[in-house]
């Protein structure tokens, strides 16, 4: 097992990325405090963790609340006593052109992705501070080394979450503390779904939302949709001994859909 008895945190754990992440990192030994917005959700994928045998706590959480996220850290460190990991991977995204974007688009998509990511890092950064040791893993995006027609403020958020955990790593790695993102292309999620159908949407016509993800997999060299899984294994490496010599890296999990830095 490559996490055996770390404690992780993984936010946006309810579905999707974080979801898969929360249960590889719990097959892999680890105890799993999942973190959500949406706290049912949280609550079946902690149950899930127990059922793999590992310890787990769902916590309601918005990322973008300062309160919410102290909170968070004090549940963790009186139920499991220590953070080793920290995946921050709540992430929100919407589709519009610049000319017609609304100030509170672009307000939601910065709060989340990338204030949320500065918020949860801090929080938890401190505790690791004290434990001198810790590993924190920031769910950034292909968007966040090009640019996307339609996501102009998604992409900025990640390309920002890159920059920031770069720069976190070159503050903390004197501490003994890694910080490393993982950089999705298209996953097969919720989010993928929504974006599917606004795609096919602000394109008009007959386009349909199976025919954008059909795009999705002819842009892929190797082929296929992603699965959170596959971030999962990305993240599960970066979480690891594997990775103890890796920090301020922005590692690419594409299919080959991004070949660049
Ligand atoms: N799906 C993709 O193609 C893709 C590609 C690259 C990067 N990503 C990134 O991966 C991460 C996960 O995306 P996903 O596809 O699993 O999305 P998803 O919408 O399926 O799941 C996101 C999860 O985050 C939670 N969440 C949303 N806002 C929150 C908040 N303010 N506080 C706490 N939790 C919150 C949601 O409740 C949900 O459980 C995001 O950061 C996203 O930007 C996704």
Redesign the pocket.
């Known amino acids: 097992m490559l996490l055996k008895d770390r404690v992780a945190i993984v936010?946006?754990?309810?579905?999707?990325?974080?979801?898969a992440i929360a249960l590889a990192f719990a097959r892999e030994g680890a105890d799993v405090v999942v973190?959500?917005?949406?706290l049912d959700?949280?609550e079946q994928t902690a149950r899930e963790v127990r059922e793999l045998g590992r310890g787990s706590l769902a916590v309601k959480?918005?990322?973008?609340s300062r309160e919410?996220v102290d909170d968070l850290v004090a549940k963790t460190v009186e139920r499991f006593g220590v953070i080793d990991i920290l995946m921050s991977?709540?992430?929100?995204?919407s589709m519009e052109c610049v000319i017609d974007m609304p100030e509170e688009r672009w307000d939601f998509n910065m709060?989340?992705?990338l204030k949320?990511t500065f918020l949860v890092t801090r929080a938890v950064a401190k505790q690791m501070i004290r434990q001198c040791s810790g590993r924190i893993i920031c769910?950034?995006?292909?968007?966040g080394k090009s640019g996307t027609p339609t996501q102009a403020h998604?992409n900025a958020s990640?390309h920002g979450v890159i920059a920031y955990a770069k720069s976190l790593a070159l503050e903390l790695a004197p501490l003994g503390i890694n910080v490393n993102s993982v950089?999705?292309?298209?996953?097969?999620?919720?989010?993928?779904e929504?974006?599917a159908a606004w795609s096919a949407e602000l394109r008009g016509g007959d386009a349909k939302p199976e025919d954008i993800k059909e795009e999705y997999v002819s842009f892929t060299p190797l082929g296929r949709l992603?699965e959170?899984e596959d971030?999962a294994k990305v993240a599960v490496f970066l979480a690891s001994d594997y990775a103890a010599f890796m920090t301020g890296q922005a590692v690419n999990v594409t299919g080959g859909l991004v070949n660049t830095e």
């Open positions: 936010t946006g754990a309810g579905r999707g990325i974080g979801k973190a959500d917005i949406n959700e949280a959480v918005d990322v973008r919410d991977n709540a992430g929100v995204s709060d989340v992705n949320g769910t950034a995006s292909a968007a998604y990640k950089c999705p292309g298209t996953v097969r999620t919720s989010m993928q929504r974006e992603e959170p971030v």
